[in-house]
Structures are given as structure tokens and as C-alpha cells.
């Protein structure tokens, strides 16, 4: 639970921030060089304090303000100069996947902390109905009993469903990346969502639905899962460098780190846009099941050919 004290004691480092931004305006140049410094330093220790407010139920509103600060922030911290386009090219058709294979491991891991989650909740749902009514509320188990989707009212309000579930999507993203300086943050978080896909998979296949949830996850799922894997295994770097150092200073590594792992992040944004427009104008509509999960086998073949195929030099000698 966050307490007061400690929310009192990082307060003043939000507010240094806020003034900041403020003082930057819609761009850098006002800065010193030493308040640029400040401003990463500042940015990235209140994605830390956002991590450990997700975790507390009871601290939404000071999650929804460090949440809006980071956003306000993150422009100037990553955007301080305006991006050549042929570097955002450079940029997704190379480094992006190379750093994506070289971090791959741990990308792995955080997919199977999720699976292991997600596993031990539906034979504990499945087992024990009341587990699942526990977790997921009467409303929801009214709504899953009756044979319905929950999902049927995003079809009423698609524009505005759609921008919630991109940040929303964004949102859990970032947090997963951000508790990596908590070391167990990452694990925890996959853990949790895991499980909760888990109960909710348990819950519609006992109800009869499992047609209906997996064809209405399908097409956004294919784009929207992976890039929450990719941020967990984003987030455990950090961890790593935290904890393994090797041969660099902690703080070397941690920097080193850091750096790869913004970069993950960075590389995830265009999936999730995708994934929350898919989710908010074609997952939740009448469509046959069919074409829903013909589009997620397609997404995400076209997501492993280009994370698995870009970028890849032939060796020499080779006749590659």
C-alpha cells in the first residue's frame, strides 16, 4: 500500500518535474544542460513511482496523475529533437528487430511467467467456480452466465472505445516496462494478467462461449499480447541490469539497459495503436469467427516475419 509518507517524500520531485515541463513549452531549447540532466533523471524515477502505484488499488487518482505528468513529459524527453524520417525507418526495419532478438530470452520469460499464470488460473477456476465470481465480479459472471459478451457496448461507442483500449493498452504497457526497477515488478504484472485470462477462459468455457471470447481476442490479441510480452521483457532488462551488472558499474549497466529497453518500448507503440483500433471497430462486430482468426494468423505471421527477417545481414562467405 503507498503511503502517505512516502508520497509526501516524492511529491516534491513530481512538482520539479511539472515545473519543468512547464518551462520547456512545446520544445527544449529553453532548457539548460543541466536541466535536460534533471528532466530524464525525473522522467524516469516517476515512471518508477507509477509502477508502484499501479500495484495499489486505492491510489487511482495519484496513478492517473503521475500517468498524465509521464505523458505530458515523454514528448520532450524522447522527441527533444524532431526525428529525421529515414531515422524512424533506420529505426523499426533495424535496430528495432535486433535489439528484439538480442533481448528475446527475456522476452521469453516474461511470456512464460504469463502462460504459467494464466494455466494455474483456469485449473483453479475449473475447479472451483467461485474462484472465478471472486475475481471477475458478479456483473461480469451475470453477463458471462446469460451466454452474452461484455463486449457487445463497445460496438455502440467504437471512436471513443477504441481511443480508451489504445490507453488503456498503452498504459499497462509502459507500467510493465516501468517496474522493472522493482526487479519482481515484471514478473508480478505478467503474473496477474495472466491469471486473469486464465479465470476469464475458464469462466467462458464452462459457460459455452469459448468460441465467442478466442474469435473477439483473435485479431487484436495477435498484436496486443506480444507487445505486452515485449514490455515485460523490456522491463526485466532493466531488472537484470540492475541486479547483474558484470563488469559495468550498477549505474552503467542500468543506463545501458535503460537504453535498450526504451528503445523496446518505443518499437511496441505502433502495435498497440493497431491492436486498439482493430479491437474497438472489428473484434466486437458480427463478423464470422472465421475471418477474426484468419486476421490474427496473418498479423501475427506478418509480426514474426518481421521481427525474425528484418534487418539480417548475410554472413560472409557464406553465398547467402
Known sequence: ??????????????????????????????????????????????????????????????????NQLLGRSHQLVYMGRRPKTSGLVSFYLETYPRIFRETLPLTMLGTAVFLLGMLAAWAVTAHDPAFAHRVLGPKMMDTIEQRRMWTDSIVAMQPVAASQITTNNLTVTFATFASGITVIGPFYMMLMNGMLIGVIGAATWKAGMALSLWSFVAGHGSLELPAIFIAAGAGLDIARGLVFPGLL????????????????????????????????????????????????????????????????????????
Not at 518500448?265 to 498497440?272: Q, R, S
Open 1 to 66: 500500500m503507498v503511503s502517505i509518507q512516502w508520497t509526501e517524500k516524492r511529491r516534491p520531485h513530481w512538482e520539479h518535474l511539472e515545473q519543468l515541463v512547464r518551462g520547456a513549452g512545446h520544445g527544449v531549447a529553453g532548457l539548460k544542460h543541466a536541466e535536460l540532466q534533471e528532466l530524464g533523471l525525473l522522467y524516469r524515477q516517476t515512471a518508477s513511482d507509477l509502477s508502484v502505484a499501479l500495484q495499489d488499488s486505492s491510489s487511482g487518482q495519484l496513478a492517473a496523475y503521475l
Open 249 to 320: 558499474t550498477r549505474k552503467a549497466s542500468l543506463a545501458a539497459a535503460g537504453s535498450r529497453a526504451s528503445k523496446l518500448i518505443l518499437g511496441t507503440i505502433p502495435m498497440l495503436l493497431v491492436a486498439g483500433t482493430i479491437e474497438g471497430f472489428f473484434s466486437p462486430t458480427a463478423v464470422p469467427a472465421a475471418m477474426k482468426f484468419t486476421l490474427g494468423g496473418l498479423l501475427f505471421t506478418g509480426l514474426c516475419a518481421y521481427l525474425w527477417g528484418a534487418a539480417r545481414k548475410p554472413i560472409a562467405g557464406s553465398g547467402l
